[in-house]
T-cell receptor, first 115, second 110 residues
């Protein structure tokens, strides 16, 4: 089946530093990748949609200069949290359209803790 | 009003019980509907799609009521392993945008 590999699974960083999260589609081409954020005891909130080779579309309230998304190839999308602050601590998950049977597949998530 | 609403629970049920969750959505133009399961600190996993005619997969039955704009999930003969958060998910834009409900937490006890 379609697999999205997300790394790292867990990261702790100091306030003010940047963190890069990678999502790779292993056995399919992910034309579109979605990035979500989930705070404790809340549901997933869409942050942005990225299409290969074009600029990402950000949801209202999500700072595009803070959450940099790059989708340079059909198998790799990255989210960089720049100048991270403790309030950015969250669970970040990517998801891709597999293109088969109209299905989505999720990465395993990245738990970011900013100290 | 949230686009997709669910009772957060928790629903505490004994093993073997039947439990049902409802979810309401506000966009009448919504096209596709899903139930996802999310275990603690894990990514969501697709449980089942929800079709207009209703569909069943083993102990799980999903139904869609477009007129009233709600979908339901019925779990029969609950197992301990069913304990999780169940997310109602609506696709409003033909594959371009999933909206997640807040999730309903289920705890199945021995």
């Amino acid at each position: 089946g379609a697999v999205v590999s997300q790394h790292p699974s867990r990261v702790i960083c100091k306030s003010g530093t940047s963190v890069k999260i990678e999502c790779r589609s292993l056995d399919f081409q992910a034309t579109t990748m979605f990035w979500y954020r989930q705070f404790p005891k809340q549901s997933l909130m869409l942050m942005a949609t990225s299409n290969e080779g074009s600029k990402a579309t950000y949801e209202q309230g999500v700072e595009k200069d803070k959450f940099l998304i790059n989708h340079a190839s059909l198998t790799l999308s990255t989210l960089t949290v720049t100048s991270a602050h403790p309030e950015d601590s969250s669970f970040y998950i990517c998801s891709a359209l597999t293109g088969t049977n109209y299905g989505y597949t999720f990465g395993s998530g990245t738990r970011l803790t900013v100290v | 009003r949230k686009e997709v609403e669910q009772d957060p629970g928790p629903f505490n049920v004994p093993e073997g019980a039947t439990v049902a969750f409802n979810c309401t959505y506000s966009n009448s133009a919504s096209q596709s509907f899903f139930w996802y399961r999310q275990d603690c600190r894990k990514e969501p996993k697709l449980l089942m799609s929800v079709y207009s005619s209703g569909n069943e997969d083993g102990r799980f039955t999903a139904q869609l009521n477009r007129a009233s704009q709600y979908i339901s999930l019925l779990i029969r003969d609950s197992k301990l392993s069913d304990s999780a958060t169940y997310l109602c998910v609506v696709d409003n834009n033909a594959g371009n945008m999933l909206t997640f409900g807040g999730g309903t937490r289920l705890m199945v006890k021995p």
